[in-house]
């Protein structure tokens, strides 16, 4: 488990409020190491595996009513790279990887972008649970920042989606229970949830195999659903 | 109510990013995405290249070569090619030069030769 959920800072490079990593208004010249390093690190698997990352980041997004799709996932990591290239992500190579450092900024720009998908209002997408009112009736209440209850409505909603396609799965329960409760790390949840390192592992698969078929499901639909 | 919604934007950041590691560990891999992926790689090679390009001085200044040193000048040239032996084992494996077959060597290259190694070692 990595720190990444403690530490990214937004960057969400399209919206008005900008706070991207590091940012300088300095034009950026990248010394000979710093470009043999990245032109180094910058293979076609890093690349592809970054878009594998990015698509359960992109179904986040779509629940949040943002209309994307799979090219949606190919962006953030074409802008993440692109970006860090011409200086508007600041890396640097002592520091961290370039893989975790395009991971750190598609995670934080994703989380960015869904929080302001206010473009898209909230529709109860034709499955009217209990859960789905009852946020409903939360996020009505909260008139102070009526972005921030919409993204708990979509979260709320996509939270009571996942947890009820891994209702009979009692491992995959307590992994969302303990993060419920707190947890972030893999040793969070292992001591929370009294699971062996196994189970944590394989519970996180099934888990990945529910959040990958919502994902397709949301990104064939081009975020219509 | 809030506590719980909060905890639901909490987890679903935790779990969408925790899957995605998995799946960039053990995702679905596709030609298409592939040739993708390889696509970005060969756009970004270029821009760098480029970068490089932009970044090479204008010109490159050519450093005349000192002349010839009277002593190198009075020998013979088996004094020369004795001296250079001296010079080679001297040095020891290590050491490369561009010119092997001494007999294909005019005289002053060989002097220019010695001179670059007397230099580059402090001898002579």
């Given at each position: 488990?990595?720190?990444?959920?403690?530490?990214?800072?937004?960057?969400?490079?399209?919206?008005?409020?900008?706070?991207?990593?590091?940012?300088?208004?300095?034009?950026f010249?990248?010394?000979?190491?710093?470009v043999?390093?990245?032109?180094?690190?910058?293979?076609?698997?890093?690349?592809?595996?970054?878009?594998?990352?990015?698509?359960?980041?992109?179904?986040?997004?779509?629940?949040?009513?943002?209309?994307?799709?799979?090219?949606?996932?190919?962006?953030?990591?074409?802008?993440?790279?692109?970006?860090?290239?011409?200086?508007?992500?600041?890396?640097?190579?002592?520091?961290?990887?370039?893989?975790h450092?395009?991971?750190?900024?598609?995670?934080?720009?994703?989380?960015?972008?869904?929080?302001?998908?206010?473009?898209?209002?909230h529709?109860?997408?034709?499955?009217?649970?209990?859960?789905?009112?009852?946020?409903?009736?939360?996020?009505?209440?909260?008139?102070?920042?009526?972005?921030?209850?919409?993204?708990?409505?979509?979260?709320?909603?996509?939270?009571?989606?996942?947890?009820?396609?891994?209702?009979?799965?009692?491992?995959?329960?307590r992994?969302?229970?303990?993060?419920?409760?707190?947890?972030?790390?893999?040793?969070?949840v292992?001591?929370?949830?009294?699971?062996?390192?196994?189970?944590?592992?394989?519970?996180?698969?099934?888990?990945?195999?529910?959040?990958?078929?919502?994902?397709?499901?949301?990104?064939?639909?081009?975020?219509?659903? | 109510?809030k506590?719980?919604?909060?905890?639901?934007?909490?987890?679903?950041?935790?779990?969408?990013?925790?899957?995605?590691?998995?799946?960039?560990?053990?995702?679905?891999?596709?030609?298409?995405?592939?040739?993708?992926?390889?696509?970005?790689?060969?756009?970004?090679?270029?821009?760098?290249?480029?970068?490089?390009?932009?970044?090479?001085?204008?010109s490159?200044?050519?450093?005349?070569?000192?002349?010839?040193?009277?002593?190198?000048?009075?020998?013979?040239?088996?004094?020369?090619?004795?001296?250079?032996?001296?010079?080679?084992?001297?040095?020891?494996?290590?050491?490369?030069?561009?010119?092997r077959?001494?007999?294909?060597?005019?005289?002053n290259?060989?002097?220019?030769?010695?001179?670059?190694?007397?230099?580059?070692?402090?001898?002579?």
């Amino acid at each position: 488990m990595t720190g990444f959920t403690d530490t990214a800072p937004e960057t969400g490079r399209n919206d008005d409020s900008d706070d991207e990593i590091e940012t300088s208004a300095e034009p950026f010249s990248p010394d000979a190491p710093w470009v043999n390093t990245f032109e180094k690190q910058l293979t076609a698997k890093l690349i592809d595996g970054l878009r594998n990352y990015a698509r359960p980041r992109a179904y986040a997004v779509a629940r949040a009513g943002r209309k994307v799709d799979d090219y949606y996932a190919r962006e953030l990591v074409q802008d993440a790279i692109g970006d860090t290239w011409s200086g508007v992500l600041r890396w640097d190579p002592q520091r961290c990887t370039l893989e975790h450092h395009l991971i750190r900024a598609i995670q934080s720009r994703s989380d960015k972008h869904r929080k302001h998908a206010k473009e898209n209002p909230h529709d109860a997408i034709g499955d009217f649970t209990g859960a789905s009112h009852a946020a409903e009736v939360s996020a009505s209440s909260v008139r102070a920042n009526p972005e921030e209850a919409a993204q708990r409505l979509y979260s709320r909603e996509t939270m009571a989606l996942i947890r009820g396609l891994a209702a009979d799965d009692k491992q995959v329960t307590r992994v969302l229970d303990a993060y419920d409760a707190g947890a972030t790390t893999k040793e969070d949840v292992v001591a929370f949830a009294k699971m062996r390192d196994r189970t944590y592992h394989n519970a996180h698969i099934r888990l990945k195999r529910i959040v990958r078929a919502l994902t397709d499901h949301k990104l064939a639909s081009k975020g219509q659903a | 109510m809030k506590n719980t919604d909060d905890k639901d934007v909490r987890t679903l950041d935790i779990i969408t990013h925790e899957v995605g590691l998995l799946e960039m560990e053990d995702g679905r891999k596709s030609t298409e995405d592939l040739r993708w992926a390889e696509g970005v790689v060969a756009s970004m090679r270029t821009k760098i290249a480029q970068y490089r390009r932009d970044n090479l001085p204008a010109s490159v200044p050519i450093k005349k070569a000192a002349p010839l040193t009277a002593r190198l000048l009075a020998m013979p040239r088996a004094a020369l090619e004795a001296l250079f032996g001296t010079l080679v084992a001297a040095v020891g494996p290590e050491a490369q030069f561009a010119h092997r077959n001494l007999d294909a060597l005019s005289d002053n290259d060989l002097r220019r030769m010695i001179q670059t190694i007397e230099t580059h070692t402090k001898q002579g």
